[in-house]
């Protein structure tokens, strides 16, 4: 279950990588590219991601 819980918010925090590297331009080829608002959305979900992995790998007593 913890590798589980590992993988997708791997899967979040690199999608969330990925949008941000959009919204600033730098990966193109989607209607995303170039648009500020992505940035943002990639990194609340790299936020989400990250929040994951810290509750996935926090230690239980």
Excluded: D, E, P
């Amino acid at each position: 279950m913890r590798l589980t819980k590992n993988l997708l918010a791997l899967i979040v925090l690199a999608i969330g990588a990925l949008w941000s590297l959009q919204g600033i331009g730098v990966v193109g080829g989607s209607f995303m590219t170039g648009q500020s608002q992505w940035l943002y959305i990639g990194l609340a979900a790299m936020l989400v991601g990250l929040a994951g992995l810290v509750r996935a790998n926090r230690g239980h007593g």
